[in-house]
């Protein structure tokens, strides 16, 4: 019994690093002229920031994006978000994302992630995957799919960052 000890404590450091997630990772994306971007330095100089996996054949995060886009502005000016958007469409379909964005008039910083290794190493297995990063770049909360009403949930939960509350009462 005491041999197994040993290798339970190692398992249990070993999964809480892979809970523990201190921001976007170093990986190569694309901003939509084609230049490559490393997703570590997406910033907001200090205020919260969401990254929300999307792809152009996906209608639930169209419909996710073109909602939160009607009340974007005023999300911006009462908290200072950013939100990017990163699409997962592969490179067949990537040259569809900027003439699509453009047509849904969407106000968003939009990112190509042609390969998923973005995807990947987040551990997006459905999308829309919404991402909520504090101040400090920090994944302080996630959410898959989308049902109407989720976006007014996020927003609850970006004034909370905003005035310092706890998010997770």
């Given at each position: 019994?005491n041999?197994?000890?040993?290798?339970?404590?190692?398992?249990?450091?070993?999964s809480?690093?892979?809970?523990?997630?201190?921001?976007?990772?170093?990986?190569?994306?694309?901003?939509?002229?084609?230049?490559?971007?490393?997703?570590s330095?997406?910033?907001?100089?200090g205020?919260?920031?969401?990254?929300?996996?999307?792809?152009?054949?996906?209608?639930?995060?169209i419909?996710?994006l073109?909602?939160?886009?009607?009340?974007?502005?005023?999300?911006?000016?009462?908290?200072?978000?950013?939100?990017?958007?990163?699409?997962?469409?592969d490179?067949?379909?990537?040259?569809?994302?900027?003439?699509?964005?453009?047509?849904?008039?969407?106000?968003?910083?939009?990112?190509?992630?042609?390969?998923?290794?973005?995807?990947?190493?987040?551990?997006?297995?459905?999308?829309?995957?919404?991402?909520?990063?504090?101040?400090?770049?920090?994944?302080?909360?996630?959410?898959?799919?989308?049902?109407?009403?989720?976006?007014d949930?996020?927003?609850?939960?970006?004034t909370?960052?905003?005035?310092?509350?706890d998010i997770?009462?």
């Amino acid at each position: 019994m005491n041999k197994f000890i040993p290798i339970l404590f190692l398992s249990l450091i070993c999964s809480i690093g892979l809970f523990a997630q201190e921001g976007l990772p170093s990986i190569q994306i694309k901003d939509l002229m084609g230049n490559q971007v490393d997703a570590s330095i997406l910033s907001n100089d200090g205020k919260p920031i969401v990254v929300s996996f999307w792809a152009t054949w996906c209608k639930p995060c169209i419909r996710e994006l073109s909602t939160i886009n009607d009340d974007y502005i005023d999300w911006q000016d009462e908290t200072g978000v950013k939100l990017i958007a990163i699409s997962i469409d592969d490179s067949r379909l990537s040259s569809k994302v900027r003439p699509f964005v453009t047509g849904q008039g969407w106000e968003y910083e939009v990112y190509l992630d042609e390969n998923s290794e973005l995807r990947r190493a987040l551990n997006v297995n459905n999308i829309p995957h919404t991402f909520l990063l504090n101040g400090e770049g920090e994944i302080v909360w996630q959410h898959n799919g989308y049902i109407p009403g989720d976006e007014d949930h996020l927003y609850e939960l970006i004034t909370k960052l905003v005035n310092g509350e706890d998010i997770n009462e």
